[in-house]
């Protein structure tokens, strides 16, 4: 039998399941719906022999020195600085929108004027949030500001985000603080300390990282198929046989719970893939429509991987509703109602922990509720394998 099940094999699962086997030989089983390992970041060399991301463009930064040395035992590297373009009245400006996005779209004068008055009541280099930039432009009363203030709003944020979301930007947590304005001329979309893509690809990335005798993996499986867990008394069997242990899941918390307390809202994508017999289709890594077609962007794989190839391909990204069972959730949606929906998950899962004698670990984007960068989950999985072994919990 097995010390630790694992539901789910992206990086929450897979990191915990590596340090668990490698550090203190455990036996792990990892038990994966899908068939492959990976989760989002699953990356596979299509028919042409390019190399494409199957859930979306995955471009790796961190400012952890931890988890940064902690892949590099897993793979090489590629330095890579991401930079994004978005369509805005037909001309492709950086985003997220900065100084030289500003000189694109206005006449130099207007755009000299603009800048000087932002680098006055925010200081050179400053990264603010739109929503703020709107509500200090409406406090100073400077009519140039709140008309730049709202041009950029419903420009670059404003219809991308109803497209993606289908929600109002002011009604989602945090969503637009991901995306500042930058008063810069760094075209870079992220400026953490460390930028890299992998360089054979996140596959086999995480192929090393389970490469071990004492992990076991599960593949086209759900994981109530071979589990069982009785979330009124703690009970839990593994093939039919009682089993307590370490039970990683990483997967919805509401499907855990059997949607105890209703279904927990998420956004999904769709990708359309499309190869041409160019060398280059686009001008940077990612291009955003915000304001024309039904999708919000294309992506270029061949710009993040540097594959050399006669031919590239590249996907467009559709936003779609969430339907369990028909295709992936990829975001959780950050209204207020959802998050106390997540907190009766929440103690749910709490009171299942004090009854059980199996220790269960929900961990991930899907089992939080919560938005996490690849860098995130990671930090998230060392940290809780940490606190693990200062808790004598295994």
């Known amino acids: 039998m097995f010390d630790v099940v694992v539901v789910g094999s992206g990086f929450a699962g897979s990191v915990l399941a590596e340090r668990l086997s490698n550090v203190l030989r455990k036996r792990v089983l990892i038990i994966e719906k899908r068939p492959h390992i ?10 042409e022999g390019l190399l494409v991301h199957k859930y979306g ?18 793979t090489e590297w590629i330095p890579y600085q991401h930079k ?31 800048e000087l008055k932002l680098v006055k009541h925010f200081g050179y280099g400053t990264r603010i949030p739109i929503l703020k930039l709107k509500k200090v432009a409406d406090e100073l009363g400077d009519k140039d500001l709140k008309s730049l203030a709202n041009f950029v709003y419903e420009k670059v944020y404003l219809n991308y985000t109803l497209k993606q979301w289908e929600e109002s930007p002011e009604e989602l947590i945090g969503v637009l603080d991901r995306v500042p304005v930058v008063l810069s001329r760094d075209n870079r979309y992220f400026n953490d300390k460390y930028q890299a893509m992998p360089k054979y690809g996140y596959t086999t990335l995480f192929y090393k990282m389970l490469l071990n005798p004492n992990i076991k993996i599960l593949l086209n499986t ?3 198929e071979v589990l069982e867990v009785d979330i009124d008394t703690g009970e839990v069997s593994l093939f039919g046989k009682p089993w307590k242990g370490i039970l990683i899941y990483t997967g919805p918390i509401d499907y855990f719970f059997d949607y105890e307390f ?11 893939f499309e190869t041409y017999n160019v060398e280059y289709f686009l001008d940077a890594a990612v291009e955003n429509y915000p304001n024309e077609y039904d999708f919000t962007r294309i ?28 295709n992936e959730p990829y975001y959780p949606i950050p209204r207020k109602e959802n998050l106390r929906r997540y907190q009766l998950y929440n103690e749910r899962a709490r009171l299942l922990n004090n009854k059980s004698k199996t220790r269960f670990i929900f ?11 690849m860098s995130d989950v990671i930090q998230r999985a060392l940290d809780e394998f940490k606190k693990l072994m200062g808790a004598n919990k295994i």
């Open 38 to 47: 990976g989760g989002n970041s699953y990356d596979y060399y299509n028919e």
């Open 262 to 272: 209703g279904e927990l809202p998420y956004r999904s994508l769709e990708f359309k």
């Open 222 to 224: 759900d994981y109530k």
């Open 57 to 74: 463009p995955h471009v790796f930064r961190t400012n952890s020195k931890e988890v940064f040395e902690y892949l590099s035992k897993f």
């Open 363 to 373: 961990i991930g984007r899907l089992a939080e509720y919560k938005y996490y960068t």
């Open 299 to 326: 992506t270029e794989f061949k710009r993040l991987t540097f594959q050399k190839h006669p031919k590239t391909t590249v996907a467009y990204e559709y936003p779609r509703k969430y339907i369990p069972s028909k």
């Open 84 to 114: 994004v373009l978005a369509n805005i009245n037909g001309t492709k400006v950086p985003v997220p929108f900065n100084l030289n996005s500003l000189y694109k779209l206005f006449p130099a004068e207007t755009a000299r004027s603009l």
